[in-house]
């Protein structure tokens, strides 16, 4: 039992304690300074990169910036550097790293240097048919140097916030599947795969997106502990806006934008705006979905601007936050062009000789060669830092919006904001399913030839930095349970499959009965029914976009009464192909000779834009729907056979949209299921399918409508 006097020493203690605690607390003072420097090249004409050929430039249109930020936590500096070019070397970018430790002692690993990726400035990289600008090059370290060393000059105390908010409206997917056949062949000459950059406004060979898109906007906010605005660092990923050159394009017109709408009062030192560039390998402004809208960097650097500035304007203010920063070196193979290829490129490129190329199988031809000679590994150099709450990584590469989101959804700081090209330039970095598929990212270049699984690799050492910043694990990849999922496992299926992956080749059954697996030609978390069941807090359900591969299994348990339940959405046109694509089949006895139960979309060979259901290698379809689905648009399909009796529910309908007997034919008990194609890969389906699941009995007209009512 506690007496009175020792009682009064306890209190008396915990006072003096939280005193102490208190006056621990005043003591601490964050510090932050920003400075923006002019880097405008001192001779003309200057060597412009970013296209696929060199360009010159006389004049500069709007102002290029180095703009600094320093934070100061009273133990741990970080200056971070936002530069109008193109991308910035590792070498360029560890020299001004030099420079600026030694005009202001902060440890060169406690620096960021990254490119908001304007295709409108000097060269300070080779890159396709462009060279390096030297003088422009020689000049550049300096500049950030001086911009780091002022932003240290400029620290004062501070307090910090920070928000994330999306942007929908200003940023897509660049990169879209097209029809089969339809991509047009590579410069050396080989057919073309699945993906094409920037296709036709509204092209008659657009699918859709073949990625997904991280429109999250993220703010960091530094301002005087009586409120008076000291920096903005924003991260967004769009790739650029075509702007003329000399110009900062739309990083720098949203700079000065912000600035004047945010300010400060006269005989203040100017508030500072950084725009860096996110995750913008595979994303651009355009939709190629609807008409061309025209515009100009200023009207599009405005829209992003007010969702910044409703942003800003709600965040709150911590008057000291820690700060970490870790670095690691990741070392990574590189692909090397084949022998036939260099054996196509050696004559064109000793023709070029010197002389610049001037059609793209000049700039590939000789940028194999160059290529063939460089080392076979590249050393990414990637950071994490941590600002209070906040998590900020820094990757070398063109990155993706889904790795982008990889990141974020695991990381243990929320928000995270991923800063691309960052200490160097290491090329695309193209999640791994992507090289399956093509298109520019993934041709072999200098600025496009890390392994296949590069992104994987990052995106791991990018998640262990973090963890090192925060003492903190990642967080776990879950799904959550949606409306419409809660529904369907209510009804107790055998085996679930909600394809939410971010990348394969696993697809994860929800019930750990029968795993499955994607096969290449497949993209993943695509956007899902946009339905109020399909939707949980603030996220939706996702789906993978097959592109000639498919999803197989294997269920041992079912039986001759089961039931396919699926959403569905048909990306290809119902005249392209005599059957549009099979949806499911159930493996026969022997798959590859008999692909048994099979529902598909038909196409010019009859039916068209309608569900058929056959059995076996029958000579056409045994049932045939009445409705044409709709392209491009998500569909509920459930498919039941009972016995000899097959019916298909469609989008909610009571009414079967298919109804019949049909004998079961080769199929035998268990066997293999194969989703989005026949086993024999006969006309495979070319869209998005979520949310499959499969009953071992059969569903009634009752339990098909609840679950689609669930959904909606």
């Not at 004062?156 to 928000?163: K, Y």
């Not at 695509?526 to 498919?550: C, I, K, N, Q």
């Amino acid at each position: 039992m506690i007496g009175k006097k020792t009682l009064r020493i306890v209190l008396l203690f915990a006072g003096v304690m939280s005193i102490s605690q208190d006056a621990l607390a005043a003591e601490r003072v964050f510090r932050a300074g920003a400075a923006i420097v002019d880097i405008a090249p001192a001779k003309f004409p200057v060597i412009v990169n970013g296209y696929t050929f060199e360009r010159t430039a006389d004049r500069v249109v709007d102002q290029l910036t180095a703009r600094a930020l320093v934070l100061d936590d009273g133990q741990c500096q970080v200056a971070i550097c936002v530069v109008d070019t193109c991308v910035i070397p590792r070498t360029l970018a560890d020299r001004a790293k030099q420079l600026a430790h030694g005009a202001t002692g902060i440890p060169v690993e406690r620096m960021l240097i990254s490119a908001t990726h304007t295709h409108s400035a000097p060269s300070v990289m080779e890159a396709l048919g462009s060279r390096v600008d030297p003088d422009y090059a020689e000049q550049l370290p300096g500049q950030i140097a001086a911009a780091i060393e002022q932003a240290h000059r400029h620290r004062e105390p501070a307090r910090v916030g920070w928000a994330v908010t999306e942007d929908q409206a200003d940023t897509r997917c660049r990169l879209w599947i097209m029809t089969p056949g339809t991509v047009p062949p590579t410069p050396w000459g080989e057919p073309g795969k699945r993906i094409l950059m920037c296709p036709p406004y509204q092209g008659p060979h657009n699918i859709g997106p073949a990625g997904a898109v991280d429109a999250a906007l993220t703010l960091l906010s530094v301002q005087s502990p009586e409120g008076r605005p000291i920096a903005l660092l924003a991260n967004y990923g769009m790739h650029f806006y075509h702007a003329t050159p000399l110009s900062a394009d739309w990083c720098g017109e949203f700079d000065r934008q912000l600035e004047k709408r945010i300010g400060g009062r006269e005989g203040q030192r100017p508030f500072v705006a950084i725009m860096s560039q996110g995750t913008a390998g595979d994303q651009h402004y355009m939709d190629y979905s609807r008409p061309e809208k025209k515009g100009t960097t200023a009207t599009y650097a405005a829209s992003v601007v007010q969702v910044a500035y409703e942003a800003y304007e709600k965040i709150r203010y911590e008057p000291w936050v820690p700060l970490a920063m870790s670095e690691r070196k990741l070392t990574l193979a590189v692909r090397r062009p084949p022998p036939d290829r260099l054996q196509w490129a050696r004559p064109i490129a000793e023709k070029l000789g010197d002389r610049l190329p001037r059609t793209r199988e000049e700039v590939y031809a000789r940028e194999q060669i160059l290529f063939a000679q460089t080392p076979p590994q590249r050393e990414l150099k990637l950071q994490a830092v941590r600002v209070g709450g906040l998590g900020i990584t820094a990757v070398p590469c063109e990155v993706y919006g889904l790795t982008g989101l990889k990141i974020k959804r695991q990381s243990p700081l929320i928000p995270t904001m991923n800063i691309e090209l960052a200490n160097g330039e290491e090329g695309y970095l193209p999640p791994p399913e992507q090289h399956a598929l093509g298109g520019y990212s993934t041709w072999e270049a200098r600025t496009s030839c890390l392994e296949v699984q590069a992104e994987p690799q990052v995106v791991a050492a990018v998640l262990s930095l973090l963890e090192e910043v925060t003492g903190q694990p990642r967080r776990p990849l879950s799904d959550p349970l949606t409306p419409y999922a809660q529904a369907v496992l209510a009804s107790r299926p055998a085996a679930y499959w909600r394809l939410q992956e971010m990348s394969g080749p696993a697809a994860r059954d929800v019930l750990e009965q029968a795993p499955g697996h994607y096969e290449d030609g497949v993209a993943f978390h695509l956007e899902g029914p946009d339905r109020p069941g399909h939707t949980f807090r603030t996220s939706s359900v996702r789906a993978p976009h097959f592109a000639g591969g498919r999803m197989t299994a294997a269920l041992p348990a079912l039986g001759s009464s089961y039931s396919v339940e699926m959403w569905i959405w048909n990306g290809l046109p119902t005249d392209f192909r005599d059957v549009t694509g099979w949806i499911f089949t159930r493996a026969g006895s022997e798959a590859e000779k008999h692909p048994g139960d099979a529902l598909a979309i038909g196409g010019k060979g009859g039916n068209r834009g309608q569900l058929v259901f056959s059995a076996g290698r029958q000579p056409g379809p045994s049932l045939t729907g009445r409705t044409p689905l709709t392209v491009r648009a998500w569909h509920h399909v459930v498919l039941v056979r009972d016995g000899r009796r097959v019916v298909v529910y469609l989008d909610g309908e009571p009414t079967p949209e298919l109804a019949g007997e049909v004998e079961l034919g080769a199929a035998q008990p268990g066997g293999q299921v194969v989703v989005g194609g026949r086993t024999d890969r006969d006309a495979t389906f070319e869209g998005k399918i979520c949310e499959v699941a499969i009953y071992n009995r059969a569903l009634s007209a009752e339990e098909a409508h609840a679950h689609w009512k669930a959904a909606n």
